[in-house]
């Protein structure tokens, strides 16, 4: 069989039933993106702030299945001058420096990121109207951990009751602990504990957690005198407040930093968290356990074989911060998140 020469009859061409133009997969560098950042989302549309001017923009197709949420800076393209009617296209999400994440409860493998690139947590917490949850501190304390983040414990409506025991218990964590009660006579400005909070806060990215009906919304009205954020009571038959925000909201501070004030919360599920990186936040009770623990030690107490009480003995700041850190881990063992 002689070979013979092929041309352009030999070549069997399939129609494109969905057009003659083949689609390509090579998508656009989207060089010209203008930098912005998450501050509200809403049902598929994004409120994004660049360079002050609010924004509204979707998602763009390229991002695939790729999540945003509050905090994400991201790129921008399209018609970015923020007026009404306009929309523009978010084409890219810059890698995240930190993620608060939680889970439904802890059995749950679905992990939800809250929260993208913020520094630190301000878990708000009342002394009293309703009671304050030492568990649901825990938990919030966990993920923070976890997350690198700062965390300050905000205790509000301390008009009402002492905070010295959840100092005693919180303090030898290196959580500093800030009361306020910005409802009492002279308003905001007369309260040197939200004096103090607000110095926290600037120049920082914070997150503010907490039950419903513990003053967030109040304290955000506070700190961001355009906020209007809706307040709740606390019911006195179940001593929980009812949800007034319904959605997470970032404010810039007039002094500099931002907050994130997010829904109240009923559960912070830890199933994403592993508790073998608990005492990693813990430098010298880390080091400690390095040392003197035998592989594998869960670190419950001297009966299991822990060697953490030895070392803390003759130490009460030592001993406080094992048995602190011991409770965390507790927290996160229980498996009913709370």
Known sequence: MTPREY?????????????????????PAHEDAVPGTVVGVDRGRYTTRVDGTQVIAVKARELGRRGLVIGDA???????????????????????????????????????????????LAIVTALADPEPNARMIDRCLVAAFDARMTALLVLTKADLASADPLRAAYEPLGVRVIETSVLRAGGPAADPGFLDLRASLAGLTTVMVGYSGVGKSTLVNALVPDAGRAVGVVNDVTGRGR??????????????????????????????????????????????????????????????????????AGSPDRHVRVESIRRLLASRAAGDAY
């Open 7 to 27: 041309d352009e009859s030999d070549a069997r061409v399939r129609p494109n039933r969905r057009g003659s133009r083949p689609r390509t997969k090579i998508r």
């Open 74 to 120: 991201v790129g921008i393209v399209g018609d970015v001058s923020g007026r009404p009617d306009t929309l523009a296209r978010i084409v890219r999400r810059d890698e995240r420096r930190t993620a608060l994440r939680r889970t439904a409860d802890d059995t749950d493998i679905t992990e939800r990121v809250i929260v993208a690139n913020a520094d630190q």
């Open 243 to 312: 949800h007034t925000s319904t959605s997470a909201v970032m404010y810039e501070l007039p002094g500099g930093g931002r907050i994130v004030d997010t829904p109240g919360v009923r559960s912070f599920g830890l199933a994403h968290v592993d508790p073998e990186h608990f005492i990693l936040a813990f430098p010298d009770v880390a080091a400690a356990a390095d040392e003197h623990c035998p592989r594998a030690c869960a670190h419950e107490s001297a009966e299991s074989g822990c060697a953490l009480d030895a070392w803390a």
